[in-house]
């Protein structure tokens, strides 16, 4: 009866298992086959489908039209003009005759009072027509001058900000590369334990029915076969999550499947080829000067700059150009024909501008761009010194991380050496199930912190070459 308990038992386990890779498998089948995915390929799927860096690029693209649009304030601006009116009723206008109101200054009669009558006459044609051109261009404009620059820093800005997207995406992309690698290393490395401990317990089983080890070993068998069911179960779990988080910084669909063309343990060869610099010799190839951050701190303070200098061109005076040509069309009887009553008229114009007084306005504007410039100074002073301090963390970080890489791989070493021996010993039985549990667990342990030193080495790089703003893979 206990060994039906037993049999059902890992029955259920190995049914869930074998649900969870189905499942897999069969969303892995319902999509059209993908080439296996390197880190490369999944970085330059990112960089062209990611739609938040289509938008940090549009925003580059806008402030350039921006840019264009107030270049065209230099060019003359040309419109057309056509106007149309119907009189109801005309104005009268009164001359005197018989009221007082129209005499002269003095007190004389007014002269047309007699001719007019005291009625008055109306004024006006009942149709107006108007149509003609309109022209003007700026011929002294420091303002606009000085927002051409402006704007060019606003563009460069935008550029920045796009790049600083791209540095970051890149960092990301590889990063959940390199987990989904650690999750499924982790996973297979869990499974062949997994395959390792039921091999061991059936034979174990079979040893007992026939009385060649005790009850003991066999339970203990048993507990470590279940104790591993859970954190196999859970690596499977976290590599799909894993999967998931690199298929949305790719910009693919969650339904995509996607197959990785290599494995954790090759990035051990390419440890060797990034290892830590020192001394003087890293504080020179180690450097700030790319960092997005810093970038965009310094365009900030030139676009703060460029900013002052139109505020300051707002003291200095302007002078535009005016030109026009109409033709005007007055009758009381709508007859466009009658040329008699078609009149062009043209005019050329200058406009002077001279900004005097405005309470104070444009002074207390200059001062509080002024105190912007200086905020912005202290604000990217206190920036690179945190960076800095970001920069020599990671570099810290990388030496720890290859020191436990390092420790990590003689412990596996050690480990698959001492897991023979007590496999040996328990198989001529000099020792104890105990100590041959013993040892696979050590192994298993030094397998997965191997993965794990691996894994946090190369984060490590990639967290160097995002803060020293590298926008390529190496």
Partial sequence: MQ??????TLGYALLGLLTLSGSKAAGQQSQPSRPPLTLRGAVDSALRLNPALAASELGVKGAELDQRKNRGKLLPEINLSGSYSLMLKKQKVYFGGGDSGGAMPGGAPSPFGNLFGGDGIEMGERHSLQGGINAGMPLIAPQLWASLQLDQRAVELAEEKARGSRVALISEVRKAYLGVLLARESARTLQSSYDNTQQNYQQITQKYEHGLVAEYDKIRMETQLKNLLPQLLSARNTERLAEAKLKVVM?????????LGE????????IFGLLPESGEHAA???SLERNSDLRSLGLQQRQLEAAFK???????????LSFTYQYNYAADQLRLDNSKRWSPFSTLGLSLNVPLYNGGARYNDLRASRVQIQQLQLQRLATQRQLELGLENARTEQRNALATFVAARDAVASASRG???????YSSGASTLLELNDAELALLQARLALSQAIHQYMISVFSLDELQGLDQLP
């Fill in 310 to 320: 139109v505020k300051k061109a707002a003291f200095l005076p302007t002078l535009s």
């Fill in 284 to 286: 020179t190839t180690l």
């Fill in 419 to 425: 897991h023979e021996i007590a496999r040996v010993r």
């Fill in 263 to 270: 494995a954790l343990p090759a990035y051990e060869e390419q």
């Fill in 251 to 259: 910009g693919l669909p969650l339904s995509d499947s996607i197959s």
């Fill in 3 to 8: 060994q039906t308990n037993i049999a059902r």
